[in-house]
């Protein structure tokens, strides 16, 4: 990372943070009238509408013999976490999910060295494992200090940031020298197709009969465009400029954002989620050791 392109690697980990943190308290709104299958799917669907202008300059620069991958991207990357998200937050708070999201950067560590021959150091893993352990204590006590019923519910966010992991892995190691718009695009329209079809099926109806509904349908609409399409195309080109592990810490600033939208809809902050978001901090704070020192130099 050259000290030229500090501010901006920076400010895109900041701009992430501020959109993603914000994606769940989005999902719980688009809940209210919306069915899990029926957001997500609407969520890819609308993203890959908004990619259309920019997908047929896709298709002409992207090599087709990397359409596997690009793939692969769009899947572990958007389709399934979207899915995984949206049926998670019938049962867990939308802070909540924000902070199990902070596991990502464990699974990105994790698959970048046993699947991709990375390496790492000590001094990261220690940094990854006290995210995790600062997220492990959101998750498993609720705001009282008792133990969280729900725990089988939060197997649904884990895959989804092990799926992060292996996204940002195979955009670092197999498509870093790709334009990260034409990219995002590309995903976009292979996965949007089939969601568009299941969308069509209910959601119409819905806007027509069902009160609040187009309330609803703004709020995955702002997700779809800036929480999916946007800040994909952000986060592959944050990767493409530093590493994965680096691009992925945004998850561990996203629960900041996600538990302040939470109190400010009615959900409770304890002093374990404190507790919880110090650790998280503070494991950042080691991952990111590195990039500091370089951008010092």
Known sequence: MSSRNTFSN???????????????????KGL??????????????????????????????????????????????SLIPAFLFAFSLTHISSSVNGIINSLSPLFTLLIGVFLFGGTTTRQRIIGVLIGFSGAAVLVLFKENGALNADLGWAILPVVATFCYGMSGNIVKEKLGSQN????????????????TVIALQTVPAKLQMVEGAWLAFSYVAILSILGTFIAWMLYYRLIQRTDALFASSVTYLIPLVAVAWGVADGERFSIFQAAGMMLILWGVWLVTKRERMNISK
């Open 180 to 195: 990260a718009l034409y990219m995002t695009a590309l995903a976009m329209l292979m996965i949007g197709i089939p969601t």
């Open 32 to 77: 209210v009238v919306f069915s899990p299958i029926e957001l997500a799917s609407m969520r890819v669907s609308i993203s890959m509408v908004f990619s259309l202008p920019i997908v047929f300059r896709a298709v002409r620069v992207v090599p087709f013999k990397l359409y596997g991958f690009v793939l692969l991207t769009g899947l572990f990357g």
């Open 10 to 28: 920076w400010a895109l980990l900041l701009s992430l943070t501020l959109i993603w943190g914000t994606s769940y308290i989005l999902i719980k």
